[in-house]
Structure formats: C-alpha cells, structure tokens
C-alpha cells in the first residue's frame, strides 16, 4: 500500500511537472507571437517614441532651469557689483571732500598765518616809521637848537656889540 501511495505520488508529481512545462512553452510561444505581431512592434515603436520625448522634455526643462539659475546669479552679481562700486564711489566721495575739507583748512590757516605776518609787519613798519619820525623831529629839533645857538636863519635877535660914539 506504502508502495502504491508512493508510486501515485510520483506519477502525479511527474504530471504536475509535465503540466508547468506544457504551461511554460505554451506561454513563451504565445509571448513570442505577440511580440512579433505588428500590432505589438507598433506599441513598443510608440513607446520607446513617448520615452525619448519625455528625456527630450525632461532635458529641455532641466536646462532651462539651469539657463534661468544662471540668469539668476548673473543679475544677483552684477547688483552686488553695482552695490560695490556704489560704496567704492561714496568713499572716494567722501575721502575728496576730506581731501578738500582739509585743503581749504590748510589754506585758510596759511591765508591766516600770512594776514597775521602782514600785520606783524605793517607794526614793524609803523614803528619804524614812527621812530624815524621821532628821529627826524629830534634832528629837525637839534638843528633848530643849534641854528638858535648859532644865530642862523635869524632865529635869535642880534646883538649888537658896537660902542656907540654919538
């Protein structure tokens, strides 16, 4: 009985293995039937069509974004550029208007030093007038004595020493 039971198992596995196989092939042929029809190579031609559209699609979109991210930067560096050279000519703005600012102290200094000295001199100059005037007074003076002394341009009354014989 063990022997039968084996031998129905065995037969029936051997059935079930022949069956899968007749499955398998029937299967396949049917695949490679459909594969060769022209109503399958239309579909897969379509297909592979859609699939290098989209990549063109996709690609197209992915440079774009890259166009329009490169746009991006460039504005976004020309402005930090512009930004620069704004700041660049504020300084140089102000450094000039320092530069000037000082200048026109400096000059006003100097125009200050020199007014001081042209007054300084006109006192020099005063005050030598004034003593050369004084001088001259004192001679003028002097010679006044003198001539008075001298009896010169009848400053001083004559005298007369004559013995008079009337």
Do not use: Y
């Not at 297909?47 to 063109?56: C, D, F, P, S």
């Amino acid at each position: 009985m063990i022997l039968v039971r084996r031998q129905k198992e065995a037969e029936l596995r051997i059935l079930e293995e022949e069956t899968a196989r007749r499955i398998e092939e029937a299967i396949r042929k049917k695949v490679e039937e459909s594969l060769n029809s022209e109503e399958i190579k239309l579909e897969i031609q379509r297909r592979i069509e859609e699939g290098h559209k989209k990549l063109l699609d996709e690609v197209a979109a992915q440079l774009e974004k890259e166009k329009e991210a490169a746009l991006i930067e460039a504005r976004q560096k020309a402005e930090q550029e512009r930004k620069e050279r704004e700041e660049l000519d504020k300084m140089l703005e102000e450094n000039q208007r320092r530069v000037e600012e000082a200048q026109r102290r400096e000059a006003l200094e100097q125009q200050q030093k020199e007014l001081e000295r042209c007054l300084e001199l006109e006192r020099i100059q005063k005050e030598k007038e004034e003593a050369m005037r004084r001088k001259k007074m004192w001679e003028e003076e002097e010679k006044a004595n003198q001539m008075k002394l001298l009896g010169k341009n009848k400053s001083r009354p004559k005298l007369s020493f004559a013995i008079g014989l009337k």
